[in-house]
């Protein structure tokens, strides 16, 4: 039989890519201020509030090649105790999404927990934050083009 699980998600667009993220793993969503970035070594961390929170610009992990736009989001994402920033190009509202396994061939890429077929017939990956936190630390993510390349 085929595992899966049914979760609200917040459905998020990076270039032309649609991903979920679990809402249980959100803390908060906020527009993008690159004032309130500053550099610490090779990593971007978020001012905010007397704390700093590491960004993830998934266009780069995911190595798109599209243009930013005017206009980002951070999707602060936490995994017990540990917090990161997803900056992402667009919110796309929240759904109830059937999560379904990637399959043997694609288990082995780390970041995602699965796919949904949207409302839409879209195919939207969904990320896994505890696996995206641990590349982050880990410093995979802070490489100019990081390590993992999302499916369209």
Known sequence: PLTRAIVTALLVQVGEGMFAIPLTSISEVNALQESQIRMIDTTEVLSRRGSSLELCRLRNLFQLSEPEPTRQFVVEVMAGTRHLGL???AL???QDIIIRPLGRSLNA???FSGASELADERIALVLDPG???????SGNTRERGG???AAG
């Open 147 to 149: 390590r993992i390349r």
């Open 87 to 89: 900056v992402v190009d």
């Open 109 to 111: 890429v780390r970041g």
């Open 92 to 94: 796309q509202g929240q």
């Open 131 to 137: 696996a995206l936190i641990e590349e982050a630390s």
